[in-house]
């Protein structure tokens, strides 16, 4: 890397410093009319926004429970590493430099400086610190997003039950008791919708600026989170004369300074980390869309919004603002595409996850806290069916917190005692291991003995089923105790995926090494290719192979009674459960 690219790398301390230093600056220079949509919420809305920051704060610190059961794994432990300036294995000093060896777009400079920032300040020796400072983003960030609900709807209720939403999100309450680099971008997100508005009904170039300024901060803190851009954009072009929009504020010179802005920081971060595309596991708008295709109907991922009656809410809320004449069909459909081209979007990352959806995720709690004014608007049954989908949204939300909280950082020996798949039949290690089947795991030891990969290997067809038939059809995915907790590694997401694109049979479970795991085996060829139907095209390659078409190779033959080939035994269980969140149920499960 040379040129402004390698400078930006190698000054990455410095560039985090302007780009916050910016912000703030703006921030002080739009004052005046941030207290003064501040001063209009009222003291009764102020009260209860911080009520429901400080609900939010409680659900993450003590429901879940970050403080006594949170452990840095992957990309946390390396955050863990600035803050604490010592490497876990004793080895020696940690910088939050880029010089350090960082690889781009994997840890993000500004939340490398910011931790070890944090860690200067307290001492750096109790992750605690870390976990009460993103509960603490977590809380300001339902505050925020009140106050956006406000700013945008007119109306009290609408931001109390935003944030009430927020609050109660099951995913937005995980990644508040995490280190990872969620929390604060997310945050800064809000902030960035809200400044938006503001600069949309009140006027003003700083404004608009200080949303671009912090819109920067999202980008430094995930990058595919630049989508909010053209998001934000068109949340912005649905309101319409009906809306209190500002006088002159789509003059172009208001929207110079903020466009440079954007368009500076933007290029800080991606040209100092080099090319995006070396991180996405793909090249080429046609890999994006074969993605996208594969992972968008996974409404699973979108959870709290992913059941027909959660989705009553938005869908209602929609109603309530096309019946408006403050808003109509135009804001409406600008909400709605808020959400849709944020999904869409980020559902292209082959690693798509709960974590991802957030921002996009912001468009349906707006909608949703429409569904508030028929309370007080409409007639009997519309105050009925409004009151409903709101208990339903947020019960759903509990329950989900329940399941999330119930699973955080999950012990191997309670997930042995609790899931029903153990008390099936168990399985020789010896015949799992033997080389015969291709296993789908993420047990570092099977892949150096090149007979296993994980779900990412699964998601090319031409690749999964190159594995299919050179293991002669017998493809096993050893469920674990880390695709069933949810921890930093947030591996569950990607347990869901295989869940939805594979059929799988129940087989057993066994006891390896690293500790116990269930069986499941693929039930049919991958992606519906047959062995008499051509490899589709692929970049995958195995080792010493030219072209997978020409001559797969075929796996040996298993020994009798080592197979684990067979349909499961009745009563046993043949159909993994795909309900989100639930793992595979070995016993008596229902698909």
Known sequence: MSGAGGWLHGHDGLVVLLQVGAFGLLLLASRRLLVESFVELGRPLQAGLFALSLLAALISAFWLPAFSAFEALGHEASYLECFSGAAMDGSGSVSPANAHGWEAFVTYPLIRWAWWLLGRLSGGQDVAWLLAFNIGLRALSVFLLGWTARVLAGRASCALVAALVLACHPWHAFWGAAIYNVALPFLFAVATLLLALLAWSRGGSRLLAAAAAAGTLVVAGRVEWA????????????????????DGVLRPSNWIFAALLAALGIASVVFAGGQLTEQGGYHGIEGYLETLLRQAW??????????????????????????????????????????????????????????????AGIGLVLLSSFVVLPLFEGGRSLRIVAACSLVLLIGTELVSLQRVASRYYLSQDEFFAEHEGFSGPQLEAAAVESGTCYLITDNERHWQQGIAGSHFNLMDPGEAVTHWRRFSGCVLWLFDNAGYRYDGLAVPPRSTKLLHWFEWDYKGWVRLAEGEVLVYQMRSAPWGIEDHMPVPETEFRLPGQEDPEDAPEQGPEAAPGETLREHSPAGQGAEPDAELGEAPSGVDSAR
């Open 227 to 246: 989508i909010l851009a053209p998001m934000t954009l068109i949340l912005l072009l649905g309101l319409g004369p009906s809306w209190p929009r500002a």
């Open 298 to 359: 996974i409404l699973d991922l979108n959870e709290p919004f992913h059941r027909p009656w959660t989705l009553l809410a938005p869908a209602l809320g929609g109603l309530v603002m096309i019946r408006s004449p403050r808003f109509g069909w135009r804001a409406a459909g600008g909400l709605a595409a808020f959400f849709l081209v944020g999904y869409l979007a980020v559902s292209t990352f082959n690693d798509f996850s709960h974590r991802h959806v957030l921002p």
